[in-house]
Nanobody, 121 residues
Framework: QVQVVESGGGSVQAGGSLGLSCAAS????????MGWYRQGPGKQRELVAVVTSGGSTTYLDSVKGRFTVSRDNAKNTVYLQMNSLKPEDTAVYYC???????????????WGLGTQVTVSS
């Protein structure tokens, strides 16, 4: 099977920085996109940033210029560096990975359990 585990997060004051990392492990042949989503209190889960295996990135408009997503393909790990944090960034941040597990062309999406990020004003 495949496991996706986030680390990092915590509490910070507005204007501060935090870094998240997420590692996928297990029966992995290859990984296509890896991404970060978040779900704030009383809100729906939303895409924050995604990076493909080729390095192409997509960001939520409200985090552009503040957050940077990157990945280490050799380590099956994706990172999210968050700068100039705002109280509205407070959420549980989830990582996912689109994984090919065998010789077929099928990719399956795996999710981590999430890590809390709290930004105080």
């Amino acid at each position: 099977q495949v496991q996706v585990v986030e680390s990092g997060g915590g509490s910070v004051q507005a204007g501060g920085s935090l870094g998240l990392s997420c590692a996928a492990s297990g029966s992995i042949v290859s990984i296509n996109a890896m991404g970060w989503y978040r779900q704030g209190p009383g809100k729906q889960r939303e895409l924050v940033a995604v990076v493909t295996s080729g390095g192409s990135t997509t960001y939520l408009d409200s985090v552009k210029g503040r957050f940077t997503v990157s990945r280490d393909n050799a380590k099956n790990t994706v990172y999210l560096q968050m700068n100039s944090l705002k109280p509205e960034d407070t959420a549980v941040y989830y990582c996912n990975a689109d994984v090919r597990r065998d010789a077929s062309r099928n990719y399956y999406r795996y999710w981590g359990l999430g890590t809390q990020v709290t930004v105080s004003s």
